[in-house]
């Protein structure tokens, strides 16, 4: 059981710190893009969704190339935090939340379009800034949809192999998701351990996509 509870263990801790930082910068720049035109937004927006029709070894190129120790980021985290993201679980929390990003963002800003401007304006006129605009009328009414992009992300995050492995490795008990223990599984012929570790991801995002959808008809 050691097996499967410490790769599950370690697969939702990842994918929830993964979609935690996905929700916080997708709203943002959902909220952004989706209300706010301005000269560019459609450059913005495409690379925000690109994530979801690169190949995962591509995704997973780019991250070694910013966040490895010659990257600038990875210098930075490694000389100021003493951080390193290459072969640790803090890397695999990085390539998850990169491929649930988009996710988040698409479905937060439909839900934000989805808001009648008139209540904003409504809002504007009684004095009402910005945040406080924000906070009392357009997350309030896109909460659903900011909810079922965050469950799509989560269950994004659980299932991310290409660009976790490339990052992270695959290191049983320190980096090794529910997704690499398949595929190490898998390889070494252990058939009974592949099948109740296939098993368990499946259920879980069954009951996700499943509760997702269910938020979106409601909504």
């Known amino acids: 059981m050691d097996q499967v509870l410490v790769p599950l263990m370690l697969t939702l801790k990842v994918a929830g710190l993964a979609t935690a930082i996905s929700l916080a910068i997708g709203v943002l720049a959902a909220y952004l893009l989706g209300r706010r035109p301005f000269f560019g937004r459609d450059v913005l927006d495409a690379a925000a969704t690109l994530p979801m029709v690169l190949p995962p070894t591509v995704l997973g190129y780019y991250l070694l190339v910013v966040f490895g120790r010659n990257g600038f980021l990875g210098r930075f985290l490694e000389n100021v935090f003493g951080l390193t993201l290459m072969f640790s679980w803090q890397g695999a929390v990085a390539a998850s939340t990169v491929v649930a990003f988009p996710l988040v963002f698409t479905s ?27 906070l009392r009328i357009c997350l309030p009414l896109a909460w659903r949809g900011i909810l079922a992009g965050a469950m799509l992300a989560f269950a994004r995050g659980m299932g991310e192999f290409g660009a976790t492995l490339m990052i992270a490795g695959n290191i049983p008990g320190k980096t090794q998701t529910l997704s ?27 009951c996700i996509l499943a509760g997702s959808k269910t938020l979106l008809r409601q909504r």
């Open 180 to 206: 690499l223990a398949v595929y190490a599984a898998v390889m070494a012929g252990q058939d009974d351990q592949a099948t109740l570790l296939v098993i368990v991801v499946s259920v879980v995002s069954l």
């Open 108 to 134: 937060a800003r439909a839900a934000f379009e989805s808001v009648d401007p008139d209540m904003e304006k409504a809002a504007r006129t009684l004095g009402a800034g910005e945040i406080t605009v924000f």
